[in-house]
């Protein structure tokens, strides 16, 4: 016999009782007297240094605070632990369900979350493009990162012939380009979901040169930039990119988000930045491709690469070629070795 505390499963009242187990029945004598059949009595699964829990068939339930108690009902009740349970008590068995719990995570994250992204983004109407491509142009130029072109007209409408060369005949949605100026994001070019590929001045004067001239070779090196860009509008990567960023939050945010919020958003910004790296390389891929059928050389487009990666910033090569396997787009060295080779590699 043990005190315990009863509870009637109607109100909030706490019941003093002695409890006993014994003739097929658990007994309870003290501020409540009841007899329960051991039949229909449940013990909650066992926790170290934890009250013993027994659940009673009408609703009722009583917990006993002696841990000397908790074999004899559970001897009474025929209580069994259950498998995993059993398992969680041997050392290797754990650790074979750990690497097994880990290896299944790898599993959904890499092949898992990409397989359910692609078939999802198939799924996002058209109409999601218009929207989304008006939202983020409205926003850049909110935060006045676009500003209008100083370019002249001339100048603009050779740049949209060069458009005009590289896009398919039939693209999937109509494209537009737009040149503007746009100092706080550099010699750069964007693809928005809408159709609407952005130019920035400060590319087509870094391509032209201090000569200030639009020769073949600069023409070149701007088709292969658009040509890039129109991959990205024509197989999605926007679309893309945004289904997966939106899972791998949702599962990152299972997997530790009551740990961290900087540990569940870390795993899909590290995640998606790879999957934008395979994006780009999709993209020069396809560049090489259209500038090839084009009969455009493609050694501008690889020189300007390697002129933007030179330039990119202050730091040691070296540590520019570690940083580039976390940056979005992949070492403007090796995009160059893709475009001087006969064919471009497999991504992996």
């Given at each position: 016999?043990?005190?315990?505390?009863?509870?009637?499963?109607?109100?909030?009242?706490?019941?003093?009782?002695?409890?006993?187990?014994?003739?097929?029945?658990?007994?309870?004598?003290?501020?409540?007297?009841?007899?329960?059949?051991?039949?229909?009595?449940?013990?909650?699964?066992?926790?170290?240094?934890?009250?013993?829990?027994?659940?009673?068939?009408?609703?009722t339930h009583a917990e006993l605070q002696d841990p000397a108690m908790r074999q004899v009902v559970a001897a009474a009740l025929g209580y069994r632990k259950p498998?995993?349970?059993?398992?969680?008590?041997?050392?290797?068995?754990?650790?074979?369900?750990?690497?097994?719990?880990?290896?299944?995570?790898?599993?959904?994250?890499?092949?898992?979350?990409?397989?359910?992204?692609?078939?999802?983004?198939?799924?996002?109407?058209?109409?999601?493009?218009?929207?989304?491509?008006?939202?983020?142009?409205?926003?850049?130029?909110?935060?006045?990162?676009?500003?209008?072109?100083?370019?002249?007209?001339?100048?603009?409408?050779?740049?949209?012939?060069?458009?005009?060369?590289?896009?398919?005949?039939?693209?999937?949605?109509?494209?537009?380009?737009?040149?503007?100026?746009?100092?706080?994001?550099?010699?750069?070019?964007?693809?928005?979901?809408?159709?609407?590929?952005?130019?920035?001045?400060?590319?087509?004067?870094?391509?032209?040169?201090?000569?200030?001239?639009?020769?073949?070779?600069?023409?070149?090196?701007?088709?292969?930039?658009?040509?890039?860009?129109?991959?990205?509008?024509?197989?999605?990567?926007?679309?893309?990119?945004?289904?997966?960023?939106?899972?791998?939050?949702?599962?990152?945010?299972?997997?530790?988000?009551?740990?961290?919020?900087?540990?569940?958003?870390?795993?899909?910004?590290?995640?998606?930045?790879?999957?934008?790296?395979?994006?780009?390389?999709?993209?020069?891929?396809?560049?090489?491709?259209?500038?090839?059928?084009?009969?455009?050389?493609?050694?501008?487009?690889?020189?300007?690469?390697?002129?933007?990666?030179?330039?990119?910033?202050?730091?040691?090569?070296?540590?520019?070629?570690?940083?580039?396997?976390?940056?979005?787009?992949?070492?403007?060295?090796?995009?160059?070795?893709?475009?001087?080779?006969?064919?471009?590699?497999?991504?992996?």
């Amino acid at each position: 016999m043990s005190a315990a505390h009863y509870f009637d499963g109607r109100s909030a009242r706490l019941y003093v009782v002695d409890l006993s187990a014994g003739d097929g029945a658990i007994h309870l004598r003290g501020e409540a007297t009841r007899s329960y059949s051991t039949a229909g009595t449940r013990l909650a699964e066992p926790f170290e240094h934890a009250p013993t829990v027994l659940y009673f068939e009408d609703g009722t339930h009583a917990e006993l605070q002696d841990p000397a108690m908790r074999q004899v009902v559970a001897a009474a009740l025929g209580y069994r632990k259950p498998w995993v349970v059993r398992w969680q008590e041997h050392t290797a068995a754990a650790l074979v369900a750990l690497a097994l719990l880990v290896a299944l995570i790898l599993a959904a994250w890499h092949w898992g979350v990409p397989a359910a992204a692609e078939r999802l983004s198939n799924q996002v109407p058209p109409q999601a493009d218009q929207a989304l491509g008006q939202h983020a142009l409205s926003l850049l130029e909110r935060q006045g990162m676009l500003q209008p072109s100083r370019l002249s007209d001339d100048r603009i409408a050779a740049l949209g012939a060069i458009l005009q060369r590289v896009q398919p005949a039939a693209p999937r949605i109509p494209l537009r380009l737009r040149v503007a100026s746009a100092p706080r994001l550099g010699a750069n070019a964007l693809a928005f979901p809408d159709g609407t590929i952005v130019l920035t001045d400060e590319m087509v004067r870094l391509v032209m040169g201090k000569n200030n001239d639009l020769d073949a070779r600069a023409a070149a090196a701007l088709a292969g930039v658009l040509a890039h860009e129109v991959a990205h509008v024509e197989e999605r990567h926007s679309v893309r990119a945004i289904t997966r960023s939106s899972l791998t939050a949702a599962l990152s945010a299972t997997l530790f988000g009551d740990f961290s919020a900087v540990a569940a958003g870390l795993p899909a910004v590290l995640t998606n930045t790879e999957y934008s790296r395979a994006n780009e390389q999709a993209a020069d891929d396809y560049a090489a491709r259209t500038l090839r059928a084009r009969g455009i050389p493609t050694a501008p487009l690889a020189d300007l690469f390697e002129h933007l990666d030179r330039n990119d910033d202050k730091m040691p090569k070296f540590f520019r070629q570690a940083m580039s396997y976390a940056a979005t787009h992949p070492d403007g060295d090796a995009r160059s070795r893709r475009l001087r080779q006969g064919e471009p590699e497999q991504v992996d």
